[in-house]
């Protein structure tokens, strides 16, 4: 009996390729990586939640020298420890108010743009709290922005 099992397991390892044979792994040609380039949008996010500003506003402007805000997101804090999910920045809309109607996802040209993120108490006109980045848009671009620096 003991033989028999032997055989069938020589003819197992016979079909397999061969006992010390090593099997061949297919290659595959490494993947080309290009750096992303030309216009794209802008994601904002939080590293960590924004504490202490329920109910406030957190206005987000997109800059370049010496122009006007190209794009904003206007998000609403609904706690007191809240992470910004992840928001498009979006054309300026006509008026005064930033924060009003929605505007289609802002299209940047590739180069270098000012955010500011701000926390207002509306109606107020000035920030209680605000962080400035550099923002380099090449292709699609995340921006992380830190809520420890925006919370009270």
Same mark, same amino acid.
């Given at each position: &009996? ?41 994601? =904002? ?13 957190? %206005?987000?402007? =997109? ?12 998000? &609403? ?11 498009? &920045? ?44 550099? =923002?380099? $848009?090449?292709?699609?671009?995340? $921006? ?5 620096? %925006?919370?009270?």
């Amino acid at each position: &009996m003991l033989g028999s099992a032997f055989l069938v397991a020589g003819a197992l390892v016979s079909a397999c390729g061969g006992g010390d044979a090593e099997p061949k792994q297919p290659t595959a040609a490494p993947a080309a990586t290009t750096p992303p380039s030309g216009p794209g949008t802008i994601t =904002v996010r939080s590293t960590a939640p924004i504490r202490g500003q329920n109910g406030r506003a957190l %206005l987000v402007y =997109v800059t370049r020298e010496g122009q006007a805000p190209l794009a904003r997101a206007c998000i &609403m804090i609904g706690s007191d420890s809240f992470a910004v999910p992840a928001t498009k &920045m979006t054309d300026v809309p006509s008026g005064n108010d930033p924060c009003a109607g929605t505007t289609a996802a802002t299209s940047f040209a590739e180069g270098r743009y000012t955010l500011t993120a701000a926390i207002y108490a509306p109606p107020a006109q000035s920030p209680d709290k605000q962080a400035t980045l550099t =923002v380099e $848009v090449k292709g699609n671009v995340e $921006v992380t922005l830190d809520g420890g620096a %925006l919370s009270r």
